[in-house]
């Protein structure tokens, strides 16, 4: 459904097509796009619908759409989307003069882009309201904020923003006109014309533009300077019927140029005014008309044809009133008020005075409205700005108590690794100690078999041969004797033999015998359970089988055997309060069966498997491809029973 929605988008903006069909697509993908539930999807698709109904001229439908686009917009924090909006009802609104609302809304636009960081928009919006402030004569305002517009654009470098550089001027001149710098306004309308020099479609507005310029020069009393731009602008080809409204306002600003200048001739002046007056009758244009008039009842009044110059100002005083245009209005009275008399005259000249009053009241109401207006945005902004602030300093500390509590938990969590590390530590120098009193014993019994066999060796050398040397001999020497004492001496020297076969015997035997079964391995864990047992006070049977060749046994099996006893002794003396205890370690079917059994206070073994000692001594049988079970009671004591492989390789098994 989204690749359909991007592709109805795409059509919808296609130049070439009609914009019924652009409309059709625009509205297929805001619809397709409400079924997906998606807000974003669905406001993508609204704002693309609602420009091109902008371009399709349904002002009103657009506005509605605009005001359906904030409320999404502001639901989804959506902040370009929501200055969008809101710059459209500013648009909207000013066009259809209710200057307020415009006011407010662009004050909106301006703040999110602002957030949005939209330098571009930003521009556009202050011309705006730089537009509205010279509509509602706030001409030191509109001037402000049209320089700060122009600042912002060109710094803008990575787009062509030359056109909203030329509107910027544009009012800038304008602005400066009606605060009678005239030359600021010369510059700045020069300065839009350069640019325009790049454009041919904005022909018509560089022929506006010289037209204010001409204007600006006339009323800084340099006359012939606008002449020539006047003159300049006639040479336009096919001009009046290009623009025939503008045509008969160039006639009227030519003709009141000449006549300012005071170096023309009646007759043709006249005729000037008067075909300006006719060509914007004919084609309706009443404000042309009506500066037409008002400049035709001056020149009169100036060439002393009362009557006539009475006959156009109350047309142009007619046609101001038709129109609203209350500055020529105003100006249509005093003609009013001179070209009349008594009764007359004053009743236009209070007239003056009172719309005078009322504009000036209303024109004051309105900027104080605006003032008021942006006041209170910018009241609101700062609220905002105050809350961000406030938003960012609890994010502030909010990190730094995080960062606190990070480094506590590292400074704690490297305590516990160093009180971890400090543990493996001793752990390992206790099964080195341990794996010492292993090698020591060893060398011990190592020493007892080489003193033992020395001994076998001396005896079977200084015993045995020597007697079997003897004998030897003897027999020898009765090789050649038959007689009955020969045969006495043979019997003698056999039982001799005999006695020495019963001594090689009996050293045969004592070789076969394990003279030292009782040492090495047990004899470490003797001593250990004595000490332990004599330290803690326990009474302590201990009992092991003769038939484990501990020597075949790999020390890290004895050396975690040895560690559990003596980690079990521990508990029993911290925890049990037991007075007495049984050990015992003994082999079934290939397993060493390793018991520990006491008559303590017992625990809940259910509940209590969390105990570092507990955690310890299943640790290390488990290192072992061994099993360890604890049985306990309440009041009962505890039996520990350890089940380890008895694995010795098959050369020692024989």
């Known amino acids: 459904m989204l690749d359909s929605i991007y592709t109805l988008r795409e059509l919808s903006n296609q130049d070439k097509l009609k914009i019924e069909q652009r409309l059709q697509y625009a509205k297929q993908a805001s619809e397709l796009s409400a079924e997906t539930g998606l807000d974003s999807t669905i406001l993508i698709s609204r704002k693309n619908l609602s420009y091109n109904i902008l371009l399709s001229g349904d002002y009103d439908q657009y506005a509605e759409m605009n005001i359906g686009n904030l409320v999404l917009a502001q639901k989804i924090q959506d902040t370009l989307a929501i200055a969008d909006a809101n710059f459209n009802l500013g648009w909207y609104n000013q066009y259809n003069s209710d200057l307020e609302n415009a006011y407010q809304y662009y004050l909106q636009a301006l703040k999110y882009y602002e957030f949005a960081n939209n330098d571009y928009q930003r521009a556009i919006t202050i011309t705006n309201i730089a537009s509205i402030q010279d509509e509602e004569k706030d001409y030191l305002g509109s001037e402000q904020n049209a320089i700060e517009a122009l600042r912002i654009l060109n710094n803008i470098t990575d787009k062509d923003v030359e056109i909203d550089i030329y509107y910027c001027l544009n009012l800038l001149g304008i602005v400066s006109y009606k605060l009678k710098n005239y030359d600021k306004a010369i510059e700045y309308h020069n ?8 454009y041919r479609e904005y022909d018509v507005e560089k022929l506006y533009a010289l037209n204010n310029i001409a ?11 606008a002449l020539k731009i006047f003159e300049d602008l006639f040479k336009e080809p096919n001009l009046r019927e290009r623009d025939p409204s503008f045509y008969a306002l160039l006639l009227a600003n030519n003709a009141y140029t000449d006549f300012l200048n005071e170096s023309y001739e009646v007759k043709p002046l006249e005729t000037q005014f008067k075909e300006a007056l006719r060509l914007s009758d004919s084609i309706n244009d009443d404000a042309t008309k009506l500066a037409v008039s008002i400049d035709l009842a001056k020149f009169y009044q100036k060439t002393d044809k009362r009557d006539s110059s009475l006959k156009y100002a109350k047309q142009s005083y007619t046609i101001s009133k038709e129109i609203t245009a209350n500055e020529l209005l105003l100006e249509s009275m005093i003609l009013m008020a001179d070209l009349t008399e008594g009764e007359e005259s004053k009743a236009f000249l209070a007239e003056h005075i009172t719309l005078s009053d009322s504009l000036l009241n209303v024109e004051r109401a309105k900027r104080n409205k605006f003032a008021r207006i942006r006041f209170e945005t910018e009241q609101l902004e700062e609220e905002n700005k105050q809350f961000a602030r406030d938003r960012q300093y609890l994010a502030i500390i909010s990190i730094f108590l995080l960062i606190g509590a990070v480094l506590i938990y590292i400074v704690i969590n490297q305590r516990a690794k160093n009180k971890e590390l400090q543990l493996v530590q001793a752990q390992q120098k206790a099964n080195e100690d341990i794996y010492n009193l292993l090698l020591q014993q060893q060398d011990k019994v190592d020493e007892a078999r080489t003193q033992e066999k020395k001994r076998m060796s001396q005896e079977l050398h200084d015993g045995v041969l020597g007697r079997l040397f003897g004998t030897r001999l003897s027999l020898d020497s009765l090789n050649f004797s038959d007689g009955p004492e020969a045969i006495k001496n043979r019997t003698g020297y056999i039982e001799q ?11 045969s035997h004592e070789l076969n015998t394990d003279f030292v079964s009782g040492s090495g391995f047990m004899d470490i864990v003797t001593e250990l359970v004595e000490n332990q047992s004599k330290a803690y006070q326990l009474t302590c049977n201990f009992n092991y089988s003769d038939d484990i060749s501990w020597e075949n046994i790999d020390n890290k099996t004895k050396i975690n055997i040895y560690r559990i006893i003596q980690e079990s ?17 003994t082999l079934k079917n290939d397993v060493i069966c390793l018991k520990i059994k006491d008559d303590g206070k017992g625990f809940d073994s259910t509940k209590s498997r969390k105990g570092i000692g507990i955690k310890n001594m299943t640790s290390r049988i488990k290192d072992i491809e061994g099993d360890i079970n604890f049985i306990s009671k309440k009041g009962k004591g505890t039996k520990v029973i350890v089940e380890i492989p008895y694995i010795i390789n098959d050369n020692d098994r024989a």
Do not use: P, V
Not at 497 to 507: A, G
Not at 570 to 585: C, E, G, L, R, V
């Open 191 to 198: 300065e839009s014309l350069d640019i325009l020099k790049n």
């Open 215 to 225: 204007i600006a020069h006339r009323d800084n009393g340099e006359y012939e300077m």
């Open 497 to 507: 033999l005999k006695t020495i076969e019963e001594d090689i015997r009996k050293i």
């Open 569 to 585: 002794m521990q508990n029993i003396y911290k925890h049990a309060k037991a007075t007495s205890i049984d050990i015992s370690i």
